[in-house]
């Protein structure tokens, strides 16, 4: 390249550069100018590169020049670039800016979910008759899960079929609470007064009345002297208090692998008290299952059999939920209808 086509180039570029430059409306396009005027194929670039193969004195004054342009230059790029970033927190500023003087959106309060509900208050009937609320983590292992409570190995509860694993070996979501009165068990010596509130989970195909997740309750007494009648008074108070006055208990026997007896419990409905409706169907409303704990169950947690007994219960809250509040679909409760949860504003 001739020096002085170099010179000419140079100082072209000086002033399309500037304009250019001074003309990028914003960053994205102030980063493509800067490309083109400043990058590896630009004319300026371009005279660089050949000044090596001038003669001295001309090399040394055009790397001079050459310099001075690109520092020039990449000089206005900044600059433009502070403009821009300037003007762009202006604008954020003005459209952030608040009206002090318009009046307030007021907050809308929520309400409590129906489960919510029903839990809240089932735990306040066994608080008040002094048992304490224990609580357990939703993944558990095997032995809490299932061996801990009587239910060995080849059950058919602990098929995959029934049972959500999760990716680490022997754990999965607890399909009852009650592995949390093992653990309150294994923590604490006798006499044990504790409710377990919580989630659950089974491999189910949702329907009506089936679904993956749900709540229960569940109860354990452990002392001395405990009897199957003390079961039955218990859970007598407990229906009274949730259902009304003159509910009455039917206990029909049942078998679980935990307790020895085990029984189904119904309560008269609350309703037709007894004669059949719409809601019951032959006036008895199926509520829950229970049983004298298994002495195996109390010897795996280190507790002489001999010497304590104690009754366990497990309550459906979305069973409860169903009967008390007329719903028909378990999917409602957890499918976070606003239309379906607004029902339940006010009720205490
Ligand atoms: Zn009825």
Redesign the pocket.
Known sequence: MDPSDARRILEEERARGRALIGRAGSIEELDRTKTGVLGRKAPVSEVQRTIGSLPEDERRELGRLTNEVLAELRAEVENRRAELEGGADAELLSADAVDVTLSGRRPRPGSFHPLTLVEDRMVDVFTRMGYRVAEGPEIEDEWHNFEALNIPPDHPARTMKDSLYVDVPGMLLRTETSAVQIRTMQSQAPPVYVVAPGRTYRRDTPDATHGTVFHQVEGLAVDEGISFADLRGTLEAFARELFGTNTRVRMTPDYFPFVEPGCQVAVS?F??DGA??R??GN?WIELLGAGMVHPKVLENCGYDSERYTGFAFGIGIERVAMVRYGVNDLRLFVEGDVRFLEQFEGVA
């Open positions: 409905c309703v037709c059949g409706c809601v019951c006036g």
